[in-house]
C-alpha cells in the first residue's frame, strides 16, 4: 500500500488577498484636531496682540510720520498730508551717509573679529576634559553684564583724565592718553569693548555646534592621513556653516543697532565720528525734536535691516539646503 505524498492529498493553501482598506481620518479625529488648533490659537491670540501692539504698531506708525508732514503743537505733534520731504532731507544729510557708513563698517568689523575670537575660543572649550563649566561661566561675565554698565567700566579704563589705560600709558609716552580723543581710536576702543562683550555669546553657540558634530567623519579624516589643519578646514568648518550662519546673522542685527556703547562712551563723538544709525535717530528725533526726518532715520534703518535679513536668509538657505529650513 503506498500513501500519497501530503502536497496532493491537501489542497493548495493559496495566499489570501487582502484588499488595502482606505484610511479614513475618523470624525471624531478630525473634530477633535480643529478643537485643538482653534484652542492653540486662542491661548496664542493674547500674546499675538501683545506683539502686535507693541513691535507692529511702533513700526507702522513711524512709517506713516515719516511720509507726513509733522507740526510741533502744545500738546504733542501733528500729522498732515503726504511728502517726502523727511527722506529729502536725509538722503541729502552728510551727517546722514556718514552714520550708514560708519554703521555698517563698525558691523562688518567687530562681527568678523567675534567670530573669529568665538571659534578660537570655542575649540578650547571642546578640547577640555574638566572646568569646561567653570570656564565657560567665567566667559559669560562679560555678556551677562547690562551694556550701559559695561560702557561705564570701560570709560573708566579709557578716560584720559582718571582712566587706568592713561595712568599705565602716559609714564611710557610722557603725555596723556586719551583713547577717545580721535576718531579712529574712539571708533577702535568701542570696538575693543563690543568685542569684549559679546565674544562668549558667539563662542558658546559654536560650541553647541562643534560638540554636535559626528564624530566618525573626523576619526575617517583622520585614518586618510589628514591633520589637525585639513580636518579643521575641510571636515569641521563646512559642517560648521549653519551654526556660524545663525551665529552671524544673530550679530548683525545686535551690531546694527548700535546704541549704547556710542552714547555713553563718546555720544557720538569726537565730532560725529561715531554716531551710529540707531544714535542719530535718537539725536535727530528726541534733542532736535525734528519728528519728520527723525522718523525717516528709523523707517530707513528698519529697511535695510530687512533688506540685510532676507539677503542673509537666502544665503543661509543655499548654505543648508532648502529641505532642512
Sequence with gaps: MTVAPVEK?????????????PQHQSPPAGRAERHMVSAGWAFSAPSLLVVAGVMVFPIVF????????????VSGFHLSGLTFDNYSILFHADRYWHSLY????????????????????????????S??????????????????????????IYNGVYGVLNAALSPLFGH??????????ATVGMAVADIWKTTPFVAVIILAGLVMLPGDVMEAGRMDGANGWQIFWHIRFPLMRPTLSIAVMFRILQAFGLFDLPYVLTNGGPGNSTESLALLG??????????????????????????????FLK???????????
Excluded: H
Design 131 to 156: 572646568g569646561r563649566g567653570w570656564m565657560m561661566t567665567l566667559l559669560l561675565m562679560p555678556w551677562a553684564i547690562v551694556s550701559v554698565i559695561s560702557a561705564e567700566l570701560w570709560d573708566y
Design 9 to 21: 492529498v491537501l489542497p493548495e493553501q493559496q495566499p489570501q488577498k487582502t484588499r488595502p482598506q
Design 176 to 185: 596723556d592718553i586719551n583713547v577717545l580723543g580721535t576718531p579712529l581710536g
Design 282 to 311: 535718537y539725536q535727530v528725533l528726541f534733542v532736535d525734536l525734528k519728528f519728520g526726518p527723525g522718523a525717516a532715520v528709523a523707517t530707513s534703518t528698519a529697511v535695510i535691516v530687512l533688506i540685510g535679513c532676507l539677503l
Design 62 to 73: 513711524s512709517v506713516v510720520m515719516s511720509l507726513s508732514n509733522v507740526n510741533a503743537t
Design 102 to 129: 560708519f554703521t555698517v563698517l563698525y558691523t562688518i568689523g567687530t562681527v568678523f573679529a567675534e567670530i573669529i575670537a568665538g571659534m578660537l575660543i570655542a575649540l578650547v572649550l571642546e578640547r577640555l576634559k
Design 315 to 325: 544665503v543661509f538657505r543655499s548654505q543648508v539646503g532648502q529641505e532642512e529650513i
